[in-house]
């Protein structure tokens, strides 16, 4: 089992940071792809980036890449998520998940993902 604990949303004018983190637990961190996905209301979940956590390899949805960055600090067991330049579009439940296999080209399919954190709000005001 691998239980996600997120944490860092709120609430930020447009143009803001936030920096969200996923504490890892349950299972042997390395060899998994953790990733971030967001869902709004009405609208289906996506992944906006992801981490392999036995190296470095890093994969970003093309609305955050340059503005969002992923990392790791493998001895907390932590991957974050760095927010940067924040806009109205980016308001979402934000969840991080886990599977037992690297990211690679599929890193953003929800389906292949079996445990999910239980969500944490980012709200971004114009």
């Known amino acids: 089992q691998v239980q996600l604990v997120e944490s860092g949303g709120g609430s930020v004018q447009a143009g803001g940071s936030l920096r969200l983190s996923c504490v890892v637990s349950?299972?042997?961190?390395?060899?998994?792809?953790i990733g971030w996905f967001r869902q709004a209301p009405g609208k289906e979940r996506e992944g906006v980036a992801a981490i392999y956590t036995g190296g470095d390899s890093t994969y970003y949805a093309d609305s955050v890449r340059g503005r969002f960055t992923i990392s790791q600090d493998n001895a907390k067991n932590t991957v974050y998520l760095q927010m940067n330049s924040l806009k109205p579009e980016d308001t979402a439940m934000y969840y991080c998940?886990?599977?037992?296999?690297?990211?690679?080209?599929?890193?953003?399919?929800?389906?292949?993902?079996?445990?999910w954190g239980q969500g944490t709000q980012v709200t971004v005001s114009s």
């Open positions: 998940a886990a599977r037992f296999l690297s990211c690679g080209a599929r890193w953003y399919a929800v389906a292949d993902f079996g445990y």
């Open positions: 349950g299972s042997i961190y390395s060899r998994k792809c």
